[in-house]
Structures are given as C-alpha cells and as structure tokens.
DNA sequence: GTCTATAGCAGGATAGAC
DNA sequence: GTCTATCCTGCTATAGAC
C-alpha cells in the first residue's frame, strides 16, 4: 500500500480473489477469510496490504477494474479504425463487440460487469472512480464520434440518452445472463454471443423499427 | 404463515421494512435486528412469522414485490387499451410510461427496480417466481402484442431479444438512477421522467436512426 | 511480510416465560 | 403472538511473536 504498489504476489492474489469473490457474491456476502482462504494467506493480510476490507473493495476497483475497462475501450477503437468511418452502424457494431466478445475471456467479463452493475445500483467510494475516470470519458468520446453522423435536431441530453441507452443493452446482456438463458433457452457459447452483437447492432441502430434491412458490416 | 395469510399487522409490517431494506442494501447486509426494529416488533417475530431470514426474502417477492409487477402490468395494458392499435409506438410508449412513470411512487419504483436487478444478476431462490409467474407470461403477451406488426424476417427469438432490450433501457433508467443522474446531471423529477418516455419510446423505435421525426401520440 | 491468537462485537436462530 | 434472554457462530480488526 505504501511503497512498492505492484507485484507483490500476495497482493496480487489477494486483488484477484478479492475481486472474483466481490463480483460472484457481492461485498456484504464475503467475509476477508473467505478471501483470503482463497488467495492462500493469513487472515492479517488483507488489513496488512488495504488496511480494510472496505479498502480492499475499493483497491479492486483501481488496480484491476479500471484497467481493464480500458482493455475493452482499447478493443473498441481499435476495431473503430478499422473501418472507414465512424457511422452509428460501425459505431453501435464495434461497441456491442468490444463489450461482449472483445478482449476479455468470459469470467473476466462477467466480474466486470456484475461489479459495475452493482455500482450502478448502490453506488459506494468506488463509484467515483468508475464514473469520473472511466465512464465519462468513455462517454465523451462516443459523443465526439456520433454527433457528426446523428440529426441536428438532437441536443447535447438527447445525445447522452442515446448512448446510456445503447449501454444500457449491453451491460444487460452481460449481468442478467442467467434471466436471459432462462427467457431464451440458449447458452452463451460463440454462436449466442454473435447473434447478441447483431441484435444489440441493429437494435441500436433501428430499435424495432428497421428489421427489413440487412445491417452492413 | 399458516393459516390467515394476509392482515396479520406485525407480519405486514414486516414484509414492509423487510422491503425497504433489501431493496436499499442487498440481502446479505441487511440484518434481522435491523428489521424488526424497523418494523417496531421483537426480534424473534421473524423466525415465528417465516421461519428464517431467508424465507422472509423470498416471502417479499411473493407478497410485494409479484403483486406490485402486476398493477405495472395492468397500468401497461390500460394505457394500451385506450388506444386505437397496438402498433410498435403504442406498445413501447406505454412500456415505458408504465415502468417509468405509472401507477407506482417514486419509492415504490426505486424498491422494485432494486429487487428485480439483484435477481437477474445473482438468481436465488426468488427468480423462480420472478421469472415464471411474472416475466414470462409478460413477455408472451408483449410478443403476441407486437408479432404482427413486426417485419415478417423476426423469428421468435429475434422478437425476445427485442422486448429484452427494451426492457434493459427500462430497467437500467431505473435502476442507475444515480449513474444516471451523475452523467446528465439532471434529476429524476417528472419533466425528465416524461423526457425519459420520450427518449425511450423514439430509442425502442427507431434507436440512432430516426431521431428526425417526431413519435406520434 | 507473514503468522497465531484473540479481542470485541454482531449475526441468525431458539427456548421458554407470559 | 409477543417478549426476553441467551446460545453459538462468524465477523473485522489488531497486537505481538517470528
């Protein structure tokens, strides 16, 4: 906590199970032994390395979330430019990717998203983080990108429901999966989640009104 | 719990505060003490009326939390009723009208959103009901309702995957109020809740595309 | 930096008086 | 049906040996 932030392997172990635990049970329903039962250490060390569990949650935040949430807006703009231009198809397509196929492997997207979405919900110190570091700039940038291609008509609000909307589709694909498997029978394999990046893509795009077309790629 | 169900005043009192407070803290943090001295009673009222904390939880979406989702219906398919047609418009201003605005207050609609993502993100034993007694057949008359309407190339699940959608935005205008709020920096008074039906109506209508026209009434 | 031991308190549940 | 008293387990956090 002090000095050497990085690498020391107790650390480390503690942050990944801390986080996995935090995400699968949430912070009230893990206690610091069952953390660091897993992380394979002494019960002390969670108040030796965060000083509290509390502070535990929070270094999760930083020292793993955070970044990793950079990885998927990394993977977005790298697929962004890709293409030719930054219209509302290439833009919803590319976030609809990032966000459910993307870098991440599929236990690293769901803690994600179930800490986030926890947040969202009952925002704690975290949440600070998570809206001031990663999620409006996040959201800046789509705005730079969509306001150019978007009607005049749509002020500056209007843009930003816009886009909490389309994130609003994608954070549920990822947190409600269980309730989504229940309602549509299907398991999130491959073939699942390509049809989710075409649905999300053109449901961003069309909303229900524009199922005739094909969505370009 | 045996025999007269309803009307015993200690045990509404209960499922009340019990409510309120699993709605505003998650289940694991909140405890039985805090309960009972909510709901002005003894402590050991919980385990005579239900048996164990954990039935309470599930007994508050049985007498609550299912009940309530039902008036969010019947609210849904009266304001439908009063139109001509169930056209994609109508079905998805009245979704929205009845989820953010309707029969609920704003308490009520805070406790209930909270409830519903808890489960749809982490399952217990509740999601049953939730799922079988109350999504489900929601959602078939949603997709009875807007099946003829929608373009013929919608199979079954690409119609489901629609109406999640919509409910996602729904649910997460809802849930994330103070995401929400942080991003737009407005707050949810009824000017930006009637915003909100408009954004969401002309999103699950059109999404990016058709932000030009204006949604008739 | 990691361990053991323990303080100190809060949790769910129950027994039994009324 | 409601109460008090209490059991017992588990919790976070810390002190102090190594």
Known sequence: MSQND???????????????????????AVSVREITTAARCNLAAVNYHFG?????YVEVFRARW???????????RDSLAAQDEASPTTVARALAEAFLIGPLSDEERYRHH???????????EAF????DEVMRPFFRQLADMLRPTLPKGLDKEGL????????AIVLHFNFARAA???MTGREYDE???ARLVEHITEFSLNGLGGHQQEVPR
């Open 114 to 124: 179930q800490l986030i979405v926890r947040e969202l919900g009952q925002p704690t």
């Open 66 to 76: 955070a970044p990793r949430a950079m990885r998927v807006q990394e993977s977005f």
């Open 128 to 131: 600070k983080l998570v809206a």
């Open 52 to 56: 509290s569990k509390e502070n535990l």
């Open 6 to 28: 990085e690498h020391d392997p107790t650390k480390e172990r503690l942050l990944d199970q801390a986080e996995a635990l935090f995400a699968q049970k949430g912070y009230d």
């Open 160 to 167: 930003m429901l816009n886009i909490l909307s389309m994130f």
């Open 191 to 193: 073939a699942f989640k």
């Open 180 to 182: 989504v498997t229940r």
